[in-house]
């Protein structure tokens, strides 16, 4: 697969066969490989949100997780550029690869050390699609800081929310993933919020 090939996704709306056919288009033309609709991953991770569906109702597909991340350190570095305005874009882009890809390992190696490394996929992908739903749903608030960075009054409010929204989405995906319980799961949760928080606060410590 080259690196320069568009991610296209078409649509089988079938009741019986809930797929997707995420197509690679490259010189060579379309390859298509299976996964699940993508209105039905919206609505699977929307529950994953909500706490009533887990990592384990994620497809494990590699094109999804490729696509999820993707996707994610956009959304990603388009929010912190918003979040941190004063900091240089390739700081932001050195963040935002940094926190991921630290969070990513260490679920990987958890699973792995915990014997459940065949739920890498699930699990990553299922972290990836909450983190963009909870960007995305920040994205106003975020506009909304901008304009009132002296008193952040209601937003700062709404922002702290998602936050810890957030925060409970992946313990809850993280004590699925792990076979844990879910105070485990929270204080791993909580340790993964303190590594994003120091990687963001080397950089901004570094640049002022």
């Not at 992908?125 to 975020?142: D, K, R």
């Amino acid at each position: 697969m080259s690196g320069g090939s568009l991610w296209y996704a078409c649509i089988n709306n079938s009741y019986n066969h809930n797929t997707v056919y995420i197509f690679i288009f490259s010189v060579t033309g379309f390859h298509r490989c299976p996964g699940f609709c993508v209105q039905a991953l919206l609505i699977l991770f929307w529950r994953i949100c909500r706490l009533q569906k887990g990592p384990e109702d994620v497809p494990a597909s590699t094109a999804l997780f490729v696509l999820l991340l993707l996707l994610s350190l956009f959304l990603d570095f388009v929010s912190t550029r918003l979040g941190l305005p004063d900091v240089r874009a390739f700081e932001i882009l050195l963040i935002v690869i940094i926190a991921n890809a630290s969070i990513l390992v260490l679920t990987a190696v958890l699973l792995q050390l915990l014997g459940y490394l065949q739920r890498v996929l699930q699990t990553l992908s299922a972290l990836l699609g909450a983190s963009i739903f909870i960007t995305v749903l920040a994205m106003p608030v975020l506009f909304g800081l901008q304009t009132r960075m002296d008193d952040p009054g209601g937003w700062g409010t709404m922002l702290l929310l998602l936050e810890l929204w957030h925060l409970v989405i992946t313990a809850h995906i993280l004590r699925r993933a792990l076979s844990v319980s879910l105070l485990l799961g929270l204080m791993l949760a909580m340790g993964y919020k303190l590594l994003g928080y120091q990687v963001v606060g080397l950089f901004v410590t570094t640049a002022s």
